[in-house]
């Protein structure tokens, strides 16, 4: 699907950004790859490791409209990944994460549409799902920007989806590097905000291959949903340091003590599929097939039962110590 075609990826220097590049360039052969962001460093340190010839580096900010219609143009699929993701700073910083996670989509979607890019996929987040936080309100609004913008694409050709997923093993400022810095630093013990607290769990790899599968699954509007463990923080904490005790600090700014990523609200939308959910979008489109139960690879979905609701504090599996500890090595975090 992406042999001889041009990808750009916004936020092309963070951790799902390398990890996409390297697993594009292993398994296909692009015309162009380009790598967006704003961090001249981070190119600088990517172009060392990532050379090959259909590589491209813009230095530019989604927050600069006539920026990203420069780097579309001739572009064929864009993964929109950056985003301001921290949630205490975003509860600090309120104007600064809507410039980026709401007004960045924005621009991004025009510049699609002015380049007639043929698909886009937006990064969201478990956090957008009944949001308490800045971050996750944001990230909500882009969702419902990029599901809308199928219905302003008028006579051109692109469409737009979403895949929500929840946390990145050992991405940055995730809690298994700051566990791990804790551990070799000699604290004593590690803190835990909830001792209730849960997660869903994702190792990057599997995030990547998720949304590039999600390319071919897609046919516009629809946010892509992957079955996943989820793990309890105090296991997580025993599984990396069983000698070390635990000490509760209490929830950070916007912190939600399990994360949801299809609301029972939204259950008359959301369809089951082998190895995710799909969750439909509330508006009709009228240039798209609103149906969604079979997607454009043959793939078949079963509507869910009445409320039904994909909670981290009431997934089907949760991950033991060792499976945590398998994860934690796979991700090489």
């Known amino acids: 699907m992406f042999n001889d075609k041009s990808i750009l990826i916004t936020g092309g220097t963070g951790s799902f950004g390398k990890k996409s590049v390297r697993t594009i360039l292993a398994r296909f052969k692009p015309k162009r790859l380009i790598v967006f962001s704003r961090d001249e460093l981070k190119q600088f340190d990517m172009q060392q490791e990532f050379n090959d010839p259909c590589m491209r580096y813009f230095i530019g900010d989604v927050r600069d409209a006539n920026r990203l219609v420069q780097a579309t143009r001739g572009v064929d699929f864009i993964i929109h990944a950056a985003a301001l993701k921290q949630v205490p700073a975003a509860e600090y910083n309120p104007t600064e994460c809507i410039k980026t996670n709401i007004d960045g989509a924005q621009n991004v979607i025009h510049a699609a549409l002015e380049n007639e890019v043929e698909k886009v ?51 940055r400022g995730s809690v298994v590097p700051f566990f791990r810095k804790l551990i070799a630093e000699g604290a004593t013990e590690l803190p835990i905000t909830h001792p209730e607290m849960t997660r869903f769990w994702i190792t990057l790899d599997q995030g990547v291959e998720f949304v590039l599968e999600s390319f071919r699954r897609m046919k516009g509007g629809e946010i892509f949903v992957p079955k996943l463990p989820s793990v309890r923080v105090v296991d997580l904490a025993q599984a990396m340091a069983p000698d070390l005790s635990q000490k509760t600090i209490g929830i950070r700014p916007g912190e939600k003590v399990h994360e949801v990523m299809c609301p029972s609200d939204d259950s008359h939308l959301t369809l089951e599929f082998a190895n995710h959910y799909v969750l439909r979008p509330t508006i009709r489109f009228t240039r798209v097939d609103n149906d969604f139960t079979v997607n454009m690879l043959g793939e078949k979905g079963e509507a869910v039962a009445e409320g039904f609701e994909y909670s981290s504090g009431i997934n089907g599996h949760f991950l033991s110590l060792d499976e945590i500890r398998q994860f934690n090595r796979i991700a090489g975090a």
């Open 121 to 171: 996929i937006a990064l969201s987040t478990d956090k957008a799902a009944n949001p308490v936080n800045l971050y996750g309100a944001t990230k909500l609004v882009s969702d419902k920007l990029f599901v809308a913008a199928n219905n302003m694409s008028g006579g051109h050709c692109t469409t737009f989806s979403i895949v929500r997923y929840g946390n990145v093993v050992g991405s």
